[in-house]
């Protein structure tokens, strides 16, 4: 990425971010405390829970939309949410969906 993405407006940073949620991985840090933002990155990939601000990472609704597509999100919940078991309880109902994520498909043993 050159100079001009980081020169960005916060607007044109959103919009980069609802495209692709690796911008995060250059994008200034306030745009990690948007929750709109990271609700949009969460729901593109669950691992993009691990750009959110603490506070976010603490917030209900973006952690269950995290593991609704990528179980190995509950890494980045924030600890108050990983040991509430209602939460847990929740994002388990959710899981059968990760699980089918590519991310954590075994590998085919190959054919003879």
Do not use: K
């Amino acid at each position: 990425m050159g100079p001009a993405m980081y020169a960005m407006d916060f607007a044109a940073w959103r919009v980069a971010v609802d495209c692709d949620w690796r911008v995060l991985d250059v994008a200034p840090q306030e745009l990690c405390m948007e929750r709109e933002v990271m609700l949009s990155a969460v729901i593109q990939a669950g691992r993009a829970l691990s750009h959110a601000s603490e506070e976010l990472r603490g917030d209900r609704a973006i952690a269950l939309a995290a593991l609704r597509g990528d179980a190995t999100a509950l890494e980045f919940v924030s600890t108050q949410l990983a040991l509430d078991t209602t939460f847990i309880l929740e994002g388990l109902l959710w899981l059968p969906l990760a699980l089918d994520s590519p991310m954590l498909s075994r590998p085919q043993p190959p054919s003879r």
